[in-house]
C-alpha cells in the first residue's frame, strides 16, 4: 500500500549557531501527514520552539528543504502558506482594542479578504467553552493568560488552517484555561480529520497522552523519533 503524500515534510532542516560553529537545530527527516496528532518533548533550549518556527517558515535555515503538500513554497506564495500552517506562540500578542478587535484583524489581510469575521461561529465556540458573548466587547488589556491564550486560539482556527504548530499553549494556565484550550484544538482537529493535523509542544505527559497519538522528542537541536 502506498503510503499519502504528506501535508509537510522537512529535509536535512539546519539552523547554525550564530558564531557559525556547530547546529542550533537538524532535522533530517520529518513528515506530517493528515489526520495525526504529534506531541513535541523535549528539555528545555533543546530547539523545540526553533523547530516550530521552521516549520512554519517564520525563522530561516542554513541549509535543507521545507515542502509542502509535495512541492517547495517560493517566495510569493508564503503568505499563502502560512495561512494554512500557523504557529501559535506560548505568550501571543493580541492587536485590537477589544477581543472583537483582534479576531477582526485577520481579515484585513490580503490572504484573508475574500472571507469575513463570523461573529455568530466565534460565540457559539464560546459557549462549548463556557463563554459569554459579552467577552468579545472585553478590552484585551484586561484578559487573562488563559483568556489571551484563547482568543489568539481562536483568532486561528477561525481561519480554518490545515495545521496547528502549538508551542506550550497551556503553560502556566489554570486547569480552566488547560481545558478550554484542549477541547479547542480538540473540536478544530475534529470537524476535518482527514485534512489536518497539529504539533503540540508540551512537557505535560498526561496531556499528549490525552491529545496526542505520536510521540517527537527533540534534543540538542536533534528530532529523536
Known sequence: ????????????????????????LRVEHLRLHAGQRVSLS????????LLLRALAMLDPVDEGELLWRGGRVAGGDVPGFRAEAVYLHQRPA??????????????????HRHRSFDRQRIVAWFERLGRAESMLDQ????????????????????????????????????PGAVDAVERLV???????????????????ASQAGRMTDEQVRVERGEVVM
Not at 503510503?3 to 542550533?24: F, I, M, Q
Not at 488589556?141 to 502549538?166: F, K, T, Y
Request: net charge negative; aromatic share 6%; charged share 25%.
Open 186 to 204: 480538540g473540536t478544530w482537529f475534529d470537524e476535518s480529520p482527514e485534512e489536518r493535523t497539529f504539533v503540540w509542544v508540551s512537557h505535560d
Open 94 to 111: 493580541l492587536i485590537g482594542e477589544t477581543v472583537a478587535d483582534a479576531l477582526r484583524r485577520p481579515f484585513r489581510l490580503g490572504m
Open 139 to 174: 478590552p484585551t488589556g484586561e484578559l487573562s493568560g488563559g483568556e489571551r491564550q484563547i482568543v489568539a486560539l481562536l483568532r486561528a482556527v477561525q481561519l480554518d488552517p490545515v495545521v496547528l504548530l502549538l508551542d506550550e499553549p497551556t503553560a502556566a494556565l489554570d
Open 42 to 49: 523535549g528539555p528545555s533550549g533543546s530547539g523545540k520552539t
Open 1 to 24: 500500500m502506498v503510503e499519502p503524500s504528506p501535508l509537510l515534510e522537512a529535509r536535512s532542516l539546519g539552523r547554525r549557531r550564530p558564531s557559525g560553529d556547530g547546529w542550533l
